[in-house]
T-cell receptor
Framework: DTEVTQTPKHLVMGMTNKKSLKCEQH?????MYWYKQKAKKPPELMFV???????INESVPSRFSPECPNSSLLNLHLHALQPEDSALYLCASSQLRGGNEKLFFGSGTQLSVL | QKEVEQDPGPLSVPEGAIVSLNCTYSNSAFQYFMWYRQYSRKGPELLMYTYSSGNKEDGRFTAQVDKSSKYISLFIRDSQPSDSATYLC??????????????FGPGTSLSVIP
């Protein structure tokens, strides 16, 4: 199984809503990532978890709150988002030793904030 | 100067053509070089991975790295309509820890016309 599964595929939310994005992998990878991608732009790193601990937070606003409940799951909790947060949110995973430059991406959640 | 530069295209070629995609970079410490393919509304998929300078071939795809010129290329032979996608170069200097980041180029949009 070389898949990273993200749910939901699409999400529309208002600025006062609270929602969560979910990501799952069963490749035994111990690094998991959240990226944000705007149209015609490259993915932009938001958070990195290694061994279920947050290792990188790229100065992301607190309205985005990541969580890594176990080695297979990664969540991104959303609250009081702004319209400019509309984007494709990508989850990725990688091995931590001898190959963690090889990122495996999910298909993403297309988020629209109204 | 941006860390990684890539012509955004769009690049349009007839089916069967040889495609050349290129990136330049400024950080001489980069050692790991990747090419990702991203179809519309999907996550990036790792196509090619190269460590340091040299060539690597995989089927119709050849990746070249010239560290002295800080220039990497991806060649696609006998291009097919299914190759129509955005191609992102990516690179990093080290992947020994989860603090090491992959830097993406902005991507080149490719269309292969039947």
């Amino acid at each position: 199984d070389t898949e990273v599964t993200q749910t939901p595929k699409h999400l529309v939310m208002g600025m006062t809503n609270k929602k969560s994005l979910k990501c799952e992998q069963h490749m035994g990878h111990r690094a998991m990532y959240w990226y944000k991608q705007k149209a015609k732009k490259p993915p932009e790193l938001m958070f990195v978890y290694s061994y279920e601990k947050l290792s990188i937070n790229e100065s992301v606003p607190s309205r985005f709150s990541p969580e890594c409940p176990n080695s297979s799951l990664l969540n991104l909790h959303l609250h009081a988002l702004q319209p400019e947060d509309s984007a494709l949110y990508l989850c990725a995973s990688s091995q931590l030793r001898g190959g963690n430059e090889k990122l495996f991406f999910g298909s993403g959640t297309q988020l629209s904030v109204l | 100067q941006k860390e990684v530069e890539q012509d955004p295209g769009p690049l349009s070629v007839p089916e069967g053509a040889i495609v050349s995609l290129n990136c330049t970079y400024s950080n001489s410490a980069f050692q790991y070089f990747m090419w990702y393919r991203q179809y519309s509304r999907k996550g990036p998929e790792l196509l090619m991975y190269t460590y340091s300078s040299g060539n690597k071939e995989d089927g119709r795809f050849t990746a070249q790295v010239d560290k002295s010129s800080k220039y990497i290329s991806l060649f696609i032979r006998d291009s097919q309509p299914s190759d129509s996608a955005t191609y992102l170069c990516a690179m990093t200097h080290s992947m020994k820890t989860s603090y090491d980041k992959v830097i993406f180029g902005p991507g080149t949009s490719l269309s292969v016309i039947p």
